[in-house]
């Protein structure tokens, strides 16, 4: 069984900061991509950052430049770094994890149950 569990969100004025934390925990043998995701009332999740075990990252365009994925591997744990931000950016943020649980297993998408962030204009 594995965990994944996010903390960080809460509420903020535009042009704040916030930095989530997202760490899994379990019984895993290595993760392949973490990444963040995130859901608005009323709107699909989507696709915000992510990252590779070796360090590659992709972002949504609507965040580049103003946020920044990283990941420490050694604590299966991966951060949000999220400035500049705006109204639009309110959501709740979903942490993703591709868990490989033994050797030579398939490759699982882990959830967590998301937190939410607030940006008030």
């Known amino acids: 069984q594995v965990q994944v569990v996010e903390s960080g969100g809460g509420l903020v004025q535009a042009g704040g900061s916030l930095r989530l934390s997202c760490a899994a925990s379990?019984?895993?043998?290595?993760?392949?991509?973490m990444g963040w995701y995130r859901q608005a009332p009323g709107k699909e999740r989507e696709l915000v950052a992510q990252?590779?075990?070796?360090?590659?990252?992709n972002y949504a365009d609507s965040v580049k430049g103003r946020f920044t994925i990283s990941r420490d591997n050694a604590k299966n744990t991966v951060y949000l770094q999220m400035n500049s931000l705006k109204p639009e950016d309110t959501a709740v943020y979903y942490c993703?994890?591709?868990?490989?649980?033994?050797?030579?297993?398939?490759?699982?998408?882990?959830w967590g149950q998301g937190t939410q962030v607030t940006v008030s204009s």
């Open positions: 379990g019984s895993i043998f290595s993760i392949n991509m």
């Open positions: 990252i590779t075990s070796g360090g590659s990252t």
């Open positions: 993703g994890a591709h868990v490989r649980g033994t050797e030579g297993s398939p490759l699982y998408r882990y």
